[in-house]
């Protein structure tokens, strides 16, 4: 495996990246839109450098609709032994109560063991923990009238004790959303029938993924792509969940126009991560012909913090993970490399057939407020970036590439789950 000491990112640059775009970036927003209007600047003002013309093609937007859901109305209210309403957010995706909402019984069914939930016919349900899909089907299952989650800590004050909103597929039944210091006050006070009033209206928002490609000098037709998602949750501004990986997929295209490899390279910046991985999904549909040319795909999701570690989750065969290991070690970056389905944009691509990963590292803040510019590193952003070019390097200039070009038939199957 060669060493690639040449590769230098500039973390100050990636920083101020980071800290130029720390805003909300919803998807199909007003502050998405100015993001991807500044990325496609920064691609601009590197490809319009002298002499690469002749490889580096014009940056370009790429514009989709995104689907989505907007709350309407979210209420509950506690009507037995005493009658008191909370604040709650609605469960996106979900079901519609009736305009003036359902009365029933309510009842605290813990993490929603079986026992618990044996007594929830009928009733609206309140489970501690934010839930998934198939813990909200047992729950259908049951004649459950509805179901109410706990989020937070009882340490929020002030604007954290807003309940967090969730996107599930909620198999027609309504769901919210609510504090842990209201879901307390609640159950010691031994609630027993409640009033549920859930809202919501289907809408379309309209995003964009930017895109920049470089001209492969002897492999053209082979594809390598390195990508991060830009848009952030409305909760917060999104440095670390995902301002930090999109400039780090800039630093790595500063490097690569400069250092013209031998694949051809793609660089993207896709919008609406967040509502379902939506961005990656419109590109791999519009440039379906040419799937079948990717050999890799290379996206960052989480990135920036100074005190963590960093995970390649690797989408593919394990002769990759091998392969990366080794390269790892030559170069000594430290990573733990981890043979599975990521839940980030690299799945996208996988699901596709083409072998993925993403570059991880432990963070704080995620979708919350707290997710802003002041965490970031630029030591962190740095040495993030020196991983990511290392990889991409390698996958675009070896003359062979050393792993199977293919993905696991379990990881197929776990793929068609997570898109189902």
Known sequence: ????????????????????????????????HKAAEYIMQEAENVAARPGWEAYVKAPRMEFFQCPDFQEIKAELVICQPYEKAYPVRAYLNGACTPEEGITAPFLFVGKGDDISLSQAKGAVVLVCDPVREPLIDKIKETGAA??????????????????????RKASDIPGASIHFTDAVEIVEKGASVCRLNILQKEIIRNSANVAVRILGSEFPEEIVTVTAHYDSVPEGPGAYDNMSGGAMVMEAFHYFAAHRPARTMEFIWFGSEEKGLVGSQNYVKTHGEEMKHHVLNLNVDLAGQLLGGNVLGVTADPTLCVSLKELMEENQLGVTIKNQVWASDSNTFAWRGVPALTLNRDGFGMHTRHDSVEYISPRALEEGAKTLCTAASWAANENVLSFRREIPEDMKRELEKYFA
């Open 1 to 32: 495996m060669k060493k690639y000491t040449e590769i230098q990112p500039d973390g100050k640059r990636a920083y101020q990246f980071v800290a130029d775009t720390a805003y909300i970036r919803e998807s199909g927003t007003k502050g998405e």
């Open 146 to 167: 509805g179901f109410v989650t706990v989020c937070g800590t009882p340490l929020d004050q002030g604007e954290d004790r807003i309940p967090t909103q969730y996107r």
